[in-house]
């Protein structure tokens, strides 16, 4: 589903290498965790693939379902079924959080050619959605994520992919500042949408999360590359021993 081969990725402004020829494969149906220490380039590569400015790719490949990503405008990119859930979710004054999950899943399926959703048939499922990750009525009606808690802010992300229904969901430490409870809903939210054609990227710092949303595979992402590939028992010694061992094993 994702293919990223050799990416290398600098600080527009200040010219910076972030991404150091980065190799990561994700297969349909998986879900895949990147744990790796502050700075390492996590956002970073959740931003590239999504397309934010402020980055240049001066190398390498990114391919959803065999499209070359780094090539499209970001409404494209999600379009073509890439979504985000941000580490730092932005607050959009004047904007309802209703009418912005409606006109960016009717943008969406406008793109793909299918019909949009109808008002009914939308507020009968956001309301559904939302009431899942206990994401209250007045919540919808007041602006995106204005005067959210921080666990607010991020069962909202995950409220947006439920709407969305993306083929690769990249979840940028979703789990930071979620208490125990949130952390099982919003665990529980994407479990449920776990399906054979849908893949998941969990950037987390804390094994945790990876108790309740339990991975096919873990990387290891140190100074813009993967430098270690392994199962579910890869983040359970990172939790144990932390990454200086790792990295110098990989130097
Ligand atoms: N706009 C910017 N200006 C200067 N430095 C930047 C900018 N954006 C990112 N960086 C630097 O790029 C590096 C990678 O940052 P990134 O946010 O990708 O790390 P991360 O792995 O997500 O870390 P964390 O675990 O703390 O979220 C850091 O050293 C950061 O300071
Ligand atoms: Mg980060």
New binding site residues.
């Given amino acids: 589903m994702l293919e990223i081969k050799n990416l290398r990725a600098s600080?527009e402004?200040?010219g910076?290498e972030?991404l150091k020829g980065l190799n990561l494969t994700v297969e349909a149906g998986k879900v895949h965790a990147i744990m790796?220490?502050?700075?390492?380039?996590?956002?970073?590569?959740s931003y590239v693939l999504s397309g934010r400015d402020?980055y240049e790719v001066t190398e390498g490949a990114a391919e959803l379902d065999g499209q070359d990503i780094l090539e499209m405008e970001p409404e494209e990119r999600a379009a073509a079924g890439l979504f985000l859930a941000f580490?730092y979710p932005v607050e959009i004054p004047g904007v309802g959080n209703m009418t912005f999950l409606r006109t960016a899943v009717n943008a969406q399926r406008k793109a793909r050619g299918e019909a949009e959703m109808d008002a009914a048939t939308f507020l009968k499922v956001v309301r559904e959605k939302a009431k899942e990750l206990k994401i209250d009525a007045e919540m919808l009606k007041r602006p995106v994520n204005m005067g959210f808690s921080g666990g607010e802010k991020k069962r909202n992300e995950i409220l947006q992919m439920a709407m969305l229904e993306p083929k690769l969901c990249i979840l940028?430490?979703t789990d930071s500042g979620l208490d125990v409870d949130a952390m099982k809903l919003v665990a529980d939210g994407v479990n449920a949408m776990r399906s054979p054609d849908r893949a998941f990227l969990v950037?987390t710092?804390y094994q945790r999360l990876l108790d309740h949303i339990v991975p096919d595979v873990v990387h290891i992402?140190a100074n813009g590359r993967i430098i270690k590939t392994g199962g579910p028992e890869l983040a359970l010694e990172v939790e144990k021993n932390g990454y200086a061992d790792l990295i110098e094993e990989a130097a």
């Fill in positions: 600080l402004e200040e910076k972030i790796g220490p502050n700075g390492s380039g996590k956002s970073t590569l402020g580490q940028d430490e950037i710092h992402l």
